[in-house]
């Protein structure tokens, strides 16, 4: 019989898995700049590039995001990984856009049967609740943090560095590969009842159960704020720092960038002992501040203005994820995880997405500054709705009673959110 690690062990390899995923994903973006200018495509081009990928991980997440609670984990984090690996090594033979196209559609594909099937396993896994909350919000803007800046370093001071970013990706994609031959399944493999069945599993849909339908909805304008600022950094910043705030190295860039998601975080493991109205005031007040200041270090073209804006509105998004996530766990019965986050990252990524597709669109017609500082009054707007969203919330029964009723009606009929 094949020795499986702890569940102690097993929970941390889950949450480094995470992070690589995260890490991979933002791995590419300090090396737009360079792929443009050795292969000299527009900025409209590179909207696309930004744009299939995501198409293809909220595609995936609305047809196999819940399928880890019908297989089990495992096979469905496996194929995953097989699959970032394969986008990986198109990255590394790219030779021009097509190629450069296919290896993010295939990333995305990857991405998105990862990212809910993660944050379930890392549920199911935890010690507590609370540490699987944590680890949940902590590890997707730890692994963007991370992408960013070893790509901004590679790019800018190693030789090949289009060569380089991918060779280390690979490998550590191929340690994780061997790693979940000897994780234990946290899933059990109810399968499917009939062909039927698995059509209905399959076909694209946010579908979360009845009993968490209003913490999920509540939880929506929070999710969406937090995650179209990333998207606005990850699409729109490094332009920025470059074009605007004249940074010119890219190391430097990475770690503006590194600021953000490092910040997120740090704040969320700091903030997981708190309770949900100061996470709410903290989180909230964070975002909706870094924002405007970052906002107005645009106009004003301050480097050190955009980077204290940049540190704030972090704190304020690691904040807001781990109120937003654990509200999530605390009703979610462990036989709805993988679709209920499925659900969760559906709509962050949307978020993440669509308005940065909006906003490359948006800088051909009016430029830069304009569009970064519409982007950031979007985004206000979202932050102030979170907050209206938020009293509503706090004005709902006790966490305590919505959990006793999960434990008593775990089979009750889905909610599908189409």
Do not use: K
Request: proline share 6%; charged share 5%; aromatic share 8%.
């Amino acid at each position: 019989m094949q020795r499986r690690i702890p569940h102690p062990i097993a929970f941390w390899v889950v949450a480094l898995m995470s992070t690589t995923a995260l890490l991979a994903s933002a791995a590419p973006s300090p090396l737009y700049p360079v792929y443009q200018q050795l292969w000299g495509f527009s900025s409209f081009t590179l909207t696309i590039i930004f744009a299939v990928y995501v198409v293809a991980l909220v595609g995936t997440l609305l047809t196999v995001g819940s399928l880890s609670d019908h297989v089990g984990r495992r096979p469905v984090l496996f194929a995953a990984v097989v699959l970032l690996i394969v986008s990986m090594v198109i990255f590394l033979e790219a030779d021009g856009v097509a190629l450069l196209i296919v290896a993010r559609v295939v990333q995305g594909l990857a991405t998105g049967a990862l990212v809910g099937t993660i944050s379930a396993a890392m549920v199911d896994l935890a010690p507590s609740p609370r540490l699987g909350a944590l680890l949940s919000s902590a590890s997707p803007p730890a692994g963007l943090a991370a992408g960013a800046v070893l790509a901004g370093v590679l790019v800018q001071y190693v030789p090949l560095p289009r060569v380089i970013v991918y060779v280390v990706l690979i490998a550590l994609l191929g340690i994780l590969l061997v790693t979940l031959a000897f994780l234990p399944e946290t899933s059990p493999r109810h399968g499917f009842t009939s062909r039927r069945h698995v059509l209905q599993i399959i076909s694209p849909n946010i579908s979360v159960p009845g009993y968490a339908r209003l913490t999920f909805l509540t939880a929506l304008p929070a999710l969406m704020a937090s995650w179209a600022l990333g998207g606005l950094y990850l699409s729109l910043g490094s332009s920025i720092t470059a074009s605007i705030l004249g940074v010119s190295n890219h190391a430097i860039s990475g770690a503006i960038l590194f600021a953000f998601f490092g910040c997120a975080a740090v704040a969320a493991a700091l903030a997981q002992t708190s309770s949900t109205t100061v996470r709410f005031t903290l989180g909230f007040t964070g975002l909706g501040a870094g924002v405007l200041i970052s906002m107005f270090a645009t106009l004003a073209s301050s480097a050190p203005a955009y980077i204290a804006g940049s540190v704030i509105a972090g704190i304020g998004w690691g904040i807001t994820l781990i109120g937003m996530m654990s509200s999530i766990t605390e009703v979610t019965a462990p036989a709805d995880r993988g679709r209920v986050f499925a659900a969760v990252f559906a709509v962050c990524y949307t978020a993440f997405s669509v308005p940065a597709v909006v906003a490359g669109l948006a800088v051909t017609m009016f430029g830069l500054r304009s569009t970064a500082v519409g982007y950031a009054i979007f985004i206000m707007v979202l932050v102030a709705a979170a907050a209206a969203a938020a009293i509503v919330n706090l004005r709902r029964a006790p966490a305590a009673e919505v959990a006793a009723d999960v434990t008593a009606t775990p089979a009750q009929e889905p909610v599908s959110i189409r």
